[in-house]
């Protein structure tokens, strides 16, 4: 089984840039869908953006013009841009994959998780 390892988290001041990379032990090449999602304290888990194989991505409304995803199949690596960071954007940040695009209840489903990367953005 593929194992995702994200890193590039840390503390920023509000404004700042970071950029999460995920690092897969395998190919990526076979996932047809990886994305980033996010949980803050005593919230409710959110999906962050998501890249398909053939570069579609989709993005949650609070981070668009924001936050860039992007996928190195070379590398077997997917990254997070993150631009004009708020203390909102304030979360552990996930990293998921899929070997195929299911959508349930409107959302895609991931089967790979990586242990996460704490960002936390200072007012």
């Known amino acids: 089984q593929v194992q995702l390892v994200e890193s590039g988290g840390g503390l920023v001041q509000t404004g700042g840039s970071l950029r999460l990379s995920c690092a897969a032990s395998?190919?990526?090449?076979?996932?047809?869908?990886m994305g980033w999602y996010r949980q803050a304290p005593g919230q409710q888990r959110e999906r962050v953006a998501v890249?398909?194989?053939?570069?579609?991505?989709n993005y949650a409304d609070s981070v668009k013009g924001r936050i860039t995803i992007s996928r190195d199949d070379a590398k077997n690596t997917v990254y997070l841009q993150m631009n004009s960071l708020k203390p909102e954007d304030t979360a552990v940040y996930y990293c998921?994959?899929?070997?195929?695009?299911?959508?349930?209840?409107?959302?895609?489903?991931?089967?790979?998780w990586g242990q996460g990367t704490q960002v936390t953005v200072s007012s």
């Open positions: 998921v994959a899929n070997r195929v695009i299911q959508i349930v209840a409107g959302n895609p489903t991931f089967d790979s």
């Open positions: 395998g190919s990526i090449f076979n996932f047809n869908i």
């Open positions: 890249i398909t194989s053939d570069g579609s991505t």
